[in-house]
């Protein structure tokens, strides 16, 4: 079983609709947790960054972290079809000898169409 | 900003052939890291440095090789290319436990094709 599970979609939302991404992890002491965001033959980029449970929101983008379930998640209002893209995710233990490496979902692809 | 260049977007290189990829940060981080990204396989981890002269394996380190002589810069070499490692290169780098700072920021990517 990996580490960290995702949906690779693909995903096709309307223009305007609210986008749910998801992932969830087997490993109880992961705390960081990231989204990123990866164009077509680009680099990946980092939207998204929080630290134990909770929510934080960034403009349209809210990310939620359930630690008792295990279970991350992305949020886009009003979805534009710029944010057609792959998006990531990726967790971090706290401390210890993994020296802050970041294990990856496979990643969902998402297309907003006009 | 944090700015991550690796030295091509696109390399075409025959079989057998030593190949080096670089990679540049300029914000003094301390740790950087070396993925390939396959269709359906998504990121795998090859190699990561935390210090300069210091490196760990990754998860897929068999057939490549990495350099750290400076902290801005890490360099992917592999040592005999073959068609399999075709793929998409990515670098990253974090600023280190002492920092803190576990988010990754990450290069353009190098598109490699072994022919």
């Known amino acids: 079983q990996k580490e960290v599970e995702q949906d690779p979609g693909p995903l096709s939302v309307p223009e305007g609709a609210i986008v749910s991404l998801n992932c969830t992890y087997s490993?109880?002491?992961?705390?960081?947790f990231m989204w990123y965001r990866q164009y077509s033959r680009k680099g990946p980029e980092l939207l998204m960054y929080?630290?134990?449970?909770g929510n934080k929101e960034d403009g349209r983008f809210t990310a939620q972290v359930d630690k008792s379930s295990k279970y991350i998640s992305l949020f886009i209002r009003d979805s534009q079809p710029s944010d057609s893209a792959t998006y990531l995710c990726?967790?971090?233990?706290?401390?210890?000898?993994?020296?802050?490496?970041?294990?990856f979902g496979r990643g969902t692809q998402l297309t907003v169409w006009p | 900003d944090v700015k991550v260049t690796q030295s091509s977007r696109y390399l075409v290189k025959r079989t057998g052939e030593k190949v080096f990829l670089e990679c540049v940060q300029d914000?003094?981080?301390?740790?950087m890291f070396w993925y390939r990204q396959d269709p359906g396989l998504g990121l795998r981890l090859i190699y990561f440095?935390?210090?300069?002269?210091?490196?760990e394996k990754g998860d897929i380190p068999e057939g490549y090789s990495v350099s750290r002589e400076k902290k801005e810069r890490f360099s992917l070499i592999l040592e005999s290319a073959s068609t399999n490692q075709t793929s998409m290169y990515l670098c990253?780098?974090?600023?280190?436990?002492?920092?803190?700072?576990?988010?990754?920021?990450f290069g353009p990517g190098t598109r490699l094709t072994v022919t």
């Open positions: 440095s935390y210090d300069v002269k210091m490196k």
């Open positions: 914000m003094d981080h301390e740790n």
């Open positions: 929080t630290y134990s449970s």
């Open positions: 990253a780098s974090s600023l280190g436990l002492a920092g803190g700072g576990y988010e990754q920021y």
């Open positions: 990726a967790m971090s233990f706290d401390r210890g000898s993994t020296l802050g490496r970041l294990y």
């Open positions: 490993n109880s002491a992961f705390q960081y």
